[in-house]
């Protein structure tokens, strides 16, 4: 039986969060078959080589699944500056089924930026296992912005796993705002000394939706850094698993991680259950982990309804400063005006 998003140390077996069943997600034998964007490029053997030994990726048979089915692959080589590279993945009612690995390899002192928006047009049997690797070299920097818009009936499987050397800096923002089940894997290797990854991420879930997200930043390097903030809302019947690892390593002397997840419930019947754990092998170290899970503040509430605004706008006002930090990196004006107009409707629909 396969397990899915599987912690690296176990906490209490109760909560259900130190691995996922295979069977939860209830993921049936998909026709794998060509994509209508289909390109040459396997990957970069530097960066497959750089992720050997490290476990990554949701589980081995999304490893493996992507590697035997590969219908759609990047690779960019890095050297320099280079401007924002926007890449757009349209799953449709011909082409359903979308099998990618996209691989970034960061030369020394290089700069780049990458904006991945991920839709579908509505249609049924929406399949995605997507894969994004990136190995940063030293003083180099990386931005990566991943949105994932996809419809409730939608399968969503995306990993995305980087390798950091010395001074290098991450700035990776993950949103999604759609997709019926979805499983997803996040994974920082602070490897190199001074390194650090700033994190960010947003999820709105409704319906009978799904998320299980495991955000992980490993930490063996000295003077590390690592942030990670993701802020969501739940509605209707959602159902959320939030892990999120702060992993310090024996060895990573002065390291700093700080981990958190800040979720609404906006129905009775939402199921949400967060971990943010801090693990800790080493002594000259500092972390923090924390989760809040509640309703908006009445207090606030109150003072925005009192400057002439209704409940539900001042509800959806709330919920939106809070999405606002994750939402303002994604760099194509057209994109980020829509993800926050979804956004907006699905906040004024609530009913608290």
Same mark, same amino acid.
């Given at each position: 039986?396969?397990?899915?998003?599987?912690?690296?140390?176990?906490?209490?077996?109760?909560?259900?969060?130190?691995?996922?069943?295979?069977?939860?997600?209830?993921?049936?034998?998909?026709?794998?078959?060509?994509?209508?964007?289909?390109?040459?490029?396997?990957?970069?053997?530097?960066?497959?080589?750089?992720?050997?030994?490290?476990?990554?990726?949701? %589980?081995?048979?999304?490893?493996?699944?992507?590697?035997?089915?590969?219908?759609?692959?990047?690779?960019?080589?890095?050297?320099?500056?280079?401007?924002?590279?926007?890449?757009?993945?349209?799953?449709?009612?011909?082409?359903?089924?979308?099998? %990618?690995?996209?691989d970034i390899n960061s030369k020394k002192s290089s700069e780049s930026s990458f904006l991945v928006s991920i839709f579908d047009d509505g249609s049924d049997n929406i399949y995605l296992n997507s894969r994004?690797?990136?190995?940063?070299?030293? +003083?180099?920097?990386?931005?990566?912005?991943?949105v994932t818009n996809l419809n409730e009936k939608a399968i969503n499987i995306n990993s995305i796993a980087t390798y950091l050397n010395d001074r290098a800096i991450l700035d990776v923002t993950y949103i999604?705002?759609?997709?019926?089940?979805?499983?997803?894997?996040?994974?920082?290797?602070?490897?190199?000394?001074?390194?650090?990854?700033?994190?960010?991420?947003?999820?709105?879930?409704?319906? +009978?939706?799904?998320?299980?997200?495991?955000?992980?930043?490993?930490?063996?390097?000295?003077?590390?850094? %690592?942030?990670?903030?993701?802020?969501?809302?739940?509605? =209707?019947?959602?159902?959320?698993?939030?892990?999120?690892?702060? +992993?310090?390593?024996?060895?990573?002397?002065?390291? =700093?991680?700080?981990?958190?997840?800040?979720?609404?419930?906006?129905? =009775?019947?939402?199921?949400?259950?967060?971990?943010?754990?801090?693990?800790?092998?080493?002594?000259?170290?500092?972390?923090?982990?924390?989760?809040?899970?509640?309703?908006?503040?009445?207090?606030?509430?109150?003072?925005?309804?009192?400057?002439?605004?209704?409940?539900?706008?001042?509800?959806?006002?709330?919920?939106?400063?809070?999405?606002?930090?994750?939402? +303002?990196?994604?760099?194509?004006?057209?994109?980020?005006?829509?993800?926050?107009?979804?956004?907006?409707?699905?906040?004024?629909?609530?009913?608290?």
């Amino acid at each position: 039986m396969a397990r899915i998003n599987e912690m690296r140390m176990p906490t209490w077996a109760t909560l259900g969060l130190n691995y996922l069943k295979e069977e939860k997600v209830g993921i049936e034998n998909i026709e794998k078959k060509p994509y209508f964007k289909e390109k040459a490029a396997t990957g970069i053997k530097e960066v497959e080589e750089t992720f050997k030994g490290y476990k990554i990726g949701v %589980s081995d048979i999304s490893n493996k699944e992507n590697k035997d089915y590969l219908n759609f692959g990047l690779d960019f080589e890095i050297d320099g500056k280079k401007e924002t590279e926007f890449i757009n993945l349209e799953l449709n009612k011909e082409n359903n089924t979308l099998v %990618s690995n996209i691989d970034i390899n960061s030369k020394k002192s290089s700069e780049s930026s990458f904006l991945v928006s991920i839709f579908d047009d509505g249609s049924d049997n929406i399949y995605l296992n997507s894969r994004i690797n990136a190995r940063l070299e030293e +003083d180099s920097f990386v931005k990566l912005v991943v949105v994932t818009n996809l419809n409730e009936k939608a399968i969503n499987i995306n990993s995305i796993a980087t390798y950091l050397n010395d001074r290098a800096i991450l700035d990776v923002t993950y949103i999604e705002v759609g997709a019926g089940k979805s499983l997803v894997n996040i994974t920082n290797i602070l490897k190199g000394e001074e390194s650090q990854v700033i994190e960010n991420g947003v999820y709105f879930k409704s319906g +009978d939706d799904f998320l299980d997200l495991l955000a992980t930043n490993e930490h063996f390097g000295n003077d590390t850094d %690592s942030s990670c903030m993701f802020n969501g809302a739940l509605k =209707d019947r959602a159902e959320k698993n939030f892990k999120g690892i702060v +992993d310090l390593r024996r060895g990573c002397s002065k390291a =700093d991680g700080k981990i958190g997840d800040y979720s609404m419930m906006l129905s =009775d019947e939402v199921i949400n259950k967060s971990a943010p754990v801090l693990l800790n092998e080493e002594k000259e170290v500092s972390g923090n982990h924390a989760a809040s899970v509640g309703r908006l503040n009445k207090e606030m509430l109150f003072y925005i309804m009192s400057r002439g605004f209704s409940k539900k706008q001042a509800e959806a006002m709330m919920l939106e400063a809070n999405f606002a930090p994750a939402l +303002d990196k994604i760099e194509d004006e057209n994109l980020r005006a829509s993800i926050k107009e979804k956004v907006h409707h699905m906040n004024i629909r609530i009913d608290l």
